[in-house]
């Protein structure tokens, strides 16, 4: 079955923010929403190509898999316009990478280009910190802020599509 609707997560390497959302909603999704496992396409990408072809940062993955989510077998990649056509929801964790994507996105798919920040409460507009050059609470905070947005994501991909709430 070809999954309904696709969600792209894009930072700037694809090695710490990106994929991080990636893990950590597909966990989300496979634990509270299994009856959508089928029915969306989860990735991330990078708006730069410097590490295309890279896993994951080793301490975001560390990070994670202390919270229970897998990052292994991710592999990054950048975005590209064809994303937008393949995509119904392409989420930039901060304006720098969200006015890359504007950059790229074809006018008529514009819509689907969103702060992923905006899907948590108390943080609309705000953005995921990028860790890179910090220390590992840098990658505990990002961890925080998805997980809250990876919900709100999660209860406005249920709303679209109709499916029941879990509860």
């Known amino acids: 079955m070809e999954k309904e609707l696709g ?3 894009c930072c700037l390497g694809n090695i710490c923010r990106s994929p991080t959302a990636q893990g950590v909603f ?3 999704l496979e634990a509270e929403a299994p009856e959508l496992v089928d029915r969306v396409r989860i990735d991330s990408a990078g708006t730069h190509a410097y590490h295309v072809g ?3 940062d080793r301490r975001a993955t560390e990070a994670a898999r202390q919270r229970g989510y897998d990052l292994i077998g991710q592999t990054a990649r950048k975005a590209e316009p064809v994303d ?3 995509f119904d929801y392409i989420l930039a964790m901060d304006h ?3 006015a890359n994507l504007e950059r790229i996105a074809p006018a008529h ?3 689907k280009l969103r702060m992923f920040l905006d899907f948590a409460p108390g943080h609309e507009g705000e953005e995921v910190p990028d ?3 910090g220390g590992s609470d ?3 905070l990002v961890l925080d802020r998805v997980e809250a947005a990876s919900r709100g994501l999660l209860d406005d991909i249920r709303q679209r599509l109709g499916a029941r709430t879990g509860s």
């Open 7 to 9: 969600v792209l997560f």
């Open 26 to 28: 597909t966990g989300l």
């Open 54 to 56: 890279s896993a994951p």
């Open 84 to 86: 937008f056509e393949e």
């Open 96 to 98: 720098e990478n969200y």
């Open 109 to 111: 798919h514009r819509d």
């Open 131 to 133: 860790p890179y050059y």
């Open 138 to 140: 840098g990658f505990q």
